[in-house]
């Protein structure tokens, strides 16, 4: 019998309904909504995913307040499946400012906020860097 890959993840996924836009190195941009997240990655809901290239690297921009007042967290990250409905999206790193921005949602939209914070002792499941 096969291990179920969901109980291999280290990190708990958040189902959460916001904006996204996927910016790949290579000149593509992706907008979609978020269907869950976790410390270490997201999937996004888009149209045409088939035409994103996993292996990819770009940025991804989850917005949380609606533009003209855009509140953005940031992130670098690498496409790692598509299938019909979206992407797959593994971060890569974040900088400190965006990670208690990112730290905060995660906490304030789980069901079990402990939870979260006794993985993230574990495994934060992305780089953290000091912006300049």
Known sequence: MRDNPKDRRKHTRVSLQLEAELRLDS??????????????????????????????DGSLKIFLQA?????VITFR?????????????????????????????????????????AELEKNPGLDIYKSD
């Open 27 to 56: 000149g593509i941009t992706v907008t979609g909504k978020i269907k869950n997240i976790s410390f270490s990655g997201v999937f996004i809901n888009c149209v045409d995913p088939t035409s994103i290239p996993v292996g990819n």
């Open 67 to 71: 533009v003209p007042h855009a509140n």
């Open 77 to 117: 990250c690498q496409v790692v499946r598509t299938d019909e409905s979206g992407a797959g999206i593994r971060f890569i790193n974040i900088d400190v400012e965006g990670y208690h921005q990112f730290k905060n949602l995660m906490i304030y939209n789980s069901t079990d906020p402990d939870i979260l914070l």
